[in-house]
């Protein structure tokens, strides 16, 4: 089955730098790529994502890279702000039967410091 | 309108007793899943269900494990017998199938099992 593995687990960041986290999965045949932002205590939330017909995706400071061939994906965050500190996971649509099995990674802690 | 709710939002059971868990997802919603999120760790996919069939139970730990769903609606989540190594933060979500994709998480329900 598909495998999701993330890098780095931690980071920290100054307020205003970038930050990257990335993302590789197993089964080429995955099509779907979410990212998902948790607050402590809080519920997972999606804040971008891309299919694999996409290499870019952007939105306002949050960007998205797809290298289908490397089956890597990476959340880039530009002018980090205080609120970014999360856990950010990313997510792989691994295919079965039914298409739907959505395998997680790890997560990674990201910290900005003011 | 509502989001995805779950009920209760925290549970606390003594080892070997059973617990039910319950989601409600946004109306309309035809996918649901159900994810164990342990302390500091990421989201380990259970079960979905497409409409009230889950074609893709793969996830569940052990026959301890069962989920039901009516309808498109309220879908439940049973541990029987409960372990220690059950305590966790329960998450349900929703996506509209066709045609959405992204994942509409609920609040959780953290079980603790003394």
């Known amino acids: 089955g598909e495998n999701v593995e993330q890098h780095p687990s931690t980071l920290s960041v100054q307020e205003g730098d970038s930050a990257v986290i990335k993302c590789t999965y197993s089964d080429s045949a995955s099509n779907y790529f979410p990212w998902y932002k948790q607050e402590l205590g809080k519920r997972p939330q999606l804040i971008i994502d891309i299919r694999s017909n996409v290499g870019e995706k952007k939105d306002q400071r949050i960007a998205v890279t797809l290298n289908k061939t490397a089956k890597h994906f990476s959340l880039h965050i530009t002018e980090t702000q205080p609120e970014d500190s999360a856990v950010y996971f990313c997510?792989?649509?691994?295919?079965?039967?039914?298409?739907?099995?959505?395998?997680f990674g790890p997560g990674t802690r990201l910290s900005v410091l003011p | 309108g509502a989001g995805v709710s779950q009920s209760p939002s925290n549970k606390v059971t003594e080892k070997g007793k059973d617990v039910e868990l319950r989601c409600d997802p946004i109306s309309g919603h035809t996918a649901l899943y159900w994810y164990r999120q342990r302390l500091g760790q990421g989201l380990e996919f259970l079960i979905y269900?497409?409409?009230?069939?889950?074609?893709?139970k793969s996830g569940l730990p052990s026959d301890r494990f069962s989920a039901e769903r009516t309808g498109e609606s309220v879908s439940t989540l049973t541990i029987q017998r409960t372990q220690q190594e059950d305590s966790a933060v329960y998450l349900c979500?929703?996506?509209?199938?066709?045609?959405?994709?992204?994942?509409?998480f609920g609040p959780g329900t953290r079980l603790t099992v003394t």
């Open positions: 269900f497409q409409g009230n069939s889950a074609p893709d």
């Open positions: 979500a929703s996506s509209a199938h066709p045609p959405g994709d992204e994942q509409y």
């Open positions: 997510a792989a649509r691994g295919p079965n039967n039914y298409g739907q099995n959505f395998v």
